[in-house]
């Protein structure tokens, strides 16, 4: 099974600032990559697939970067709506894994 | 507009049954792959279970092997996992989910429904 880890487990941002979301696998997963955004009593929303192209609809602040074990989600410019639970999800491999999850706070 | 409503969620004891309906509307259901995704209360999202647009292909994860069924009927547009010899780490809110064409073999999820609470306790 390929384990997802995430970092950091919180982070702290003010509005308008820049955050930058890790996460690592414990063996390739080539582009293989999608990031999810949730928000309390909701179901996730799909951000990024591919690694890299953002899914419809999302805003262009949102990008993700990486290949193999080492992908980042960065959000340029924090909106007061973007303040959720990141997950990052491998579909290289069976079974499918997710990360245990990056939780985007208020500073 | 897509649309996944998932119903038939519920408290069971262990070693109890349920079984998981998803009702799709928005798009034409028998081309897509679907999945079943849960997460515990408080905890992460685990995949739990896909199957192919004819259901000719199906997967799990490893730890409800043996216990739970994925099946479709595309004349319904319905999607099921039938959950049997339930455990008490059962216990989630199960979402059904859509995979977009640019994710092969139901592998990542752009539209899930609002999730169906399973309980499993005595």
């Known amino acids: 099974e390929v384990v997802m880890t995430q970092s950091p487990a919180t982070l702290s941002v003010s509005p308008g600032e820049r955050a930058t979301l890790s996460c690592r696998a414990s063996?390739?997963?080539?582009?293989?990559l999608a990031w999810y955004q949730q928000k309390p009593g909701q179901a996730p929303r799909l951000l990024i697939y591919?690694?890299?192209t953002r899914a419809t609809g999302i805003p262009a602040r949102f990008s993700g970067s990486g290949s193999g074990t080492e992908f980042t989600l960065t959000i340029s410019s924090l909106q007061s709506e973007d303040f959720a639970v990141y997950y990052c999800?491998?579909?290289?491999?069976?079974?499918?894994?997710f990360g245990g999850g990056t939780k985007v706070e208020i500073k | 507009e897509v649309q996944l409503v998932e119903s038939g969620g519920g408290l069971v004891q262990p070693g109890g049954s349920l079984r998981l309906s998803c009702a799709a509307s928005?798009?034409?259901?028998?081309?897509?792959?679907m999945s079943w995704v849960r997460q515990a209360p408080g905890k992460g999202l685990e995949w739990v279970a896909n199957?192919?647009?004819?259901?000719?292909?199906?997967y799990y994860v490893d730890s409800v092997k043996g216990r739970f069924t994925i099946s479709r009927d595309n004349a319904k547009n319905s999607l099921y996992l039938q959950m049997n010899s339930l455990r008490a780490e059962d216990t989630a809110v199960y979402y059904c989910?859509?995979?977009?064409?640019?994710?092969?073999?139901?592998?990542?999820?752009?539209?899930w429904g609002q999730g169906t609470l399973v309980t499993v306790s005595s």
């Open positions: 928005g798009f034409t259901f028998s081309s897509y792959w």
């Open positions: 999800q491998q579909y290289n491999n069976w079974p499918l894994t």
């Open positions: 063996q390739s997963v080539s582009s293989n």
């Open positions: 989910a859509k995979s977009p064409r640019a994710c092969s073999g139901g592998s990542c999820y752009s539209n």
């Open positions: 591919g690694a890299s």
């Open positions: 199957i192919k647009q004819d259901g000719s292909e199906k």
